[in-house]
């Protein structure tokens, strides 16, 4: 919500900027989104008047400028402006000056002639409307001179934009916040005025008569006004409203929404002469009834939606918008205004269903006071009395069933201060509290606090703690330790790595899943596991469900793999499993628990391949900074492709496996597509991890790239190569990375050709064509000596 700062001070004596008002609101609860301030983009432009104007010599379109802006000596301006005249009054942008936009203005020279500055229209000072504007911005003949031209033109106004949350709508108004201001700096605020005088002749009920049939209508309260004259709002009334984002449109229109903004009720004034029945009825729509609302759109009802209705005919959406027959004409000469009260929950269920939201419905759906429509009549009429907009009749309609009272709480003094973890006094408290409109005494230790029908958000006595924290000053309350009797990091490192590995796998495209730690002995033949292999030694329950759930498991690829088999047993084209599971390897002496290890495993199927399992396993690794990880050919895991698998280490410690499923395996668990599977040993990834982020500036110095094409054996692996040149090449080698690998035509039997980018880059210097050649042959000549290989 936009409160315009000048707006607020009309109710509360403000001494502080509107930046540090923020601040302190902020402080106290009330949180500030921005601190909009208009021409704060406009710097050193002042009021000119011109002395003299005489013709460019050189330049027919130009003039040259005399122009007296407060100074010893006036500015010499060049311009091609045509509209101005000796002796008129314009803004003046002087040397070093600013403009919307970020436009910067410069002393300089114009066709040979020297001009200090420009002077300005309405579109350089960023204030032009939807016209086009041409020449400069001619200011009133009494404006005075040299004058800043945000303190002329009104530009350094501020607003400040509030998030209100849905449990404080008494703060959805200018009156709210400035009752919250006055609390924050601890001073009065006051109310604006609600006197009016009637007619004295009449009265509102032989006008028009309410009937409501729906107990939705909390509250509905009715007024007449005759002798009605439209014309435009004045100018201050406009002002606030545009200032708070909106469209002024009459004196009428332009009162109901001013009394929202300030008071927080939203209004309706109608046209008498479209009530022909002279009744209003509050009353649900009919099925399917359509209504044209305000907007010009034609809505369609339902029996949800609470209408107010002439008679049979709808004039309005109650609480969201009115009708478009209804409203407020140029010829309006007799009105009918309307301050009520309807159910939170009915009107934002209606908007959200109407596609139809509103500053009205936005306050009504978090259940504003009912007790406010009478403030917001009397304020209308108020207004209507002080801007002669027309003569108001005798009388209020008010049907009000179920009236809603102020309740009383009791709250200990010293709970409030255990609570808090503070040492304020019952009488701080009491003063904090009042300051709110919490109006309170104290008996004994007790806090006995009045609670304002406009605080739908305190029932409890923890909302009191809180009232009475944030006007203390939640900056003022002391530290304290967590009264618990737990770890003094209550999330270890292990826990914090778990949450890790979860959001790399998840973030890499993998889905959870979660398998039972208890397995069959079967499952040791589905994965062609040896019979005298070590991992068929296993815990045995004593009290097994089954022969399905009665060994711990050693492994972790059969419940993967019963996994991935399940999913492609309903039909699901792809699978991306992981699991964060343990293994029970057992002891010699079967008195011992077992050996608990917690594996990753990871899974798929489907349009992926082993470099897809390869970069998912690479991403963990960069996510859990692990240094110099390598891989090795591994052909002899049964369970595994003997041409597609490889171990993962770090350093010399294995780590685990990955690679494609052997056929065999992929087939006893009903899998007609290559599977992939990595089964990883979480504690040594976790032992090795280094998770701290330090900074490193961008380089300073370019990097060289040359790039290498070598003729090798087949059977040497990428890692060897990749290996020997970072060996080679020492510090200055920054990255390797291979664009090609070619095996075919040109290229003999049993070799291949593959072909490499390196960076070099000195962190100190720049490198020079003599520095990196010697590098690059050393590198070369170690390929040649360690691997064999050629340079094509």
Not at 399 to 421: A, C, Q
Not at 528 to 545: Q, T, Y
Request: proline share 4%.
């Amino acid at each position: 919500m936009k409160v315009p700062y000048l707006w607020l001070k009309d109710y509360v004596n403000i001494d502080i900027d509107a930046n540090e008002l923020a601040d302190r609101l902020t402080l106290s609860g009330s949180k500030v989104e921005e601190v909009i301030t208009s021409g704060e983009d406009i710097t050193n432009v002042v009021t000119g008047k011109l002395l003299k104007i005489e013709a460019h010599p050189d330049a027919e379109k130009l003039v040259i400028c005399q122009v007296e802006v407060g100074q010893e000596e006036p500015v010499q301006i060049v311009t091609g402006a045509k509209n101005m005249k000796e002796n008129d009054i314009v803004p003046v942008a002087l040397h070093g000056s600013t403009l919307p936009n970020g436009l910067k203005i410069k002393k300089g020279k114009l066709r040979g002639v020297p001009s200090n500055g420009m002077m300005c229209s309405e579109e350089e000072l960023g204030i032009a409307g939807d016209e086009p504007v041409h020449g400069l911005m001619i200011l009133p003949e009494n404006t005075p001179i040299g004058k800043d031209i945000k303190d002329v033109l009104g530009l350094n106004k501020a607003v400040i934009d509030f998030e209100i949350t849905s449990n404080r709508p008494d703060c959805l108004s200018v009156l709210g916040i400035a009752r919250e201001t006055a609390a924050t700096l601890g001073i009065e605020y006051k109310n604006p005025s609600v006197e009016y005088k009637t007619s004295g002749t009449g009265n509102v009920e032989d006008i028009v008569k309410v009937e409501v049939k729906d107990a939705l209508c909390r509250r509905y309260m009715a007024r007449a006004v005759k002798d009605i004259k439209i014309e435009p709002s004045p100018t201050w009334m406009q002002e606030r409203l545009l200032e708070a984002g909106v469209r002024p449109i009459n004196n009428v229109v332009d009162i109901t929404n001013f009394v929202m903004l300030e008071l927080g009720q939203p209004m309706h004034a109608f046209d008498k002469r479209e009530i022909k029945s002279n009744k209003i009825v509050v009353e649900r729509a009919k099925e399917n009834e359509k209504f044209v609302t305000l907007d010009e759109i034609e809505r369609n009802l339902d029996t949800d939606v609470l209408c107010i209705k002439d008679g049979e005919e709808t004039i309005g959406l109650a609480g969201i918008m009115g009708g478009l027959q209804s409203g407020i004409k140029d010829d309006t000469t007799e009105i009918i205004f309307e301050s009520a009260s309807f159910d939170g929950t009915n009107i934002r269920v209606n908007s959200k269903k109407l596609n139809l939201r509103t500053e009205a419905s936005s306050r009504f759906e978090k259940d504003i006071d009912p007790n406010l429509t009478e403030l917001a009549l009397n304020r209308a009429c108020a207004l209507i009395e002080e801007l002669k907009v027309g003569t108001i009749v005798e009388g209020t309609i008010d049907i009000y069933n179920e009236r809603k009272e102020p309740h009383t709480m009791t709250v200990d003094s010293n709970w409030v201060n255990r609570f808090l973890g503070t040492d304020i006094s019952k009488e701080q408290m009491k003063e904090y509290l009042d300051r709110l409109e919490l109006k309170t005494t104290i008996e004994n230790d007790n806090l006995i606090i009045a609670v304002p029908t406009f605080r739908i958000d305190i029932a409890i006595k923890e909302d009191i703690a809180e009232e009475v924290a944030r006007i203390y000053g939640y900056n003022n309350v002391p530290m304290t330790v967590i009264g618990a009797n737990s770890p003094k990091d209550a999330k270890n490192k292990k826990l914090k790595l778990d949450d890790l590995v979860i959001n790399t796998m998840i973030s890499s495209g993998l889905n959870q899943s979660i398998s039972y730690s208890f397995v069959s002995p079967k499952v040791f033949d589905m994965i062609n596991l040896p019979s005298d292999s070590e991992l068929r030694n296993v815990v045995k329950i004593k009290n097994p469900l089954g022969e399905d759930y009665s060994i711990m498991r050693t492994s972790t690829l059969p419940s993967m793999m019963e996994c991935l088999g399940r999913n492609y047993s309903r039909s699901n084209e792809f699978a991306r499993l992981f699991e964060l599971g343990k293994v029970y390897i057992p002891k010699a002496d079967e008195n011992q628990l077992p050996n608990e290890k917690n594996i990753l495993t990871i899974g798929l199927y489907g349009d992926v391949d082993y470099l897809d399992l390869k970069g998912v396993v690479e991403n963990l690794i960069d996510a859990m900074g692990i240094k110099n990880p390598s891989y090795k050919r591994q052909s002899e895991n049964v369970s595994y492709h003997p041409g597609k698998t490889a171990e993962l280490f770090i350093g010399k410690e294995k780590v685990g496996v990955l690679g494609e499923i052997h056929p065999d395996v992929a087939d006893n668990y009903g899998i007609d597509a290559n599977a992939y599977v990595a089964e990883l040993d979480l504690d040594i990834l976790y032992a090795n991890s280094n998770t701290e982020k330090k900074y490193k500036p961008l380089p300073k110095y370019p990097a060289v790239t040359r790039d290498i094409a070598l003729l090798v054996e087949d059977a040497i692996l990428v890692q060897e190569i990749e290996e020997t040149i970072r060996k080679a090449g020492g510090n200055l080698v920054e990255t390797v990375k291979l664009f090609d690998v070619y095996k075919g035509k040109q290229i003999p039997e049993g070799k291949k050709s593959i072909a490499y980018a390196i960076s070099y880059r000195d962190e100190n210097k720049t490198l020079t064509d003599n520095e990196v050649n010697k590098v690059h042959e050393k590198i070369l000549r170690s390929l040649e000596y360690k691997l064999g290989a050629q340079l094509r």
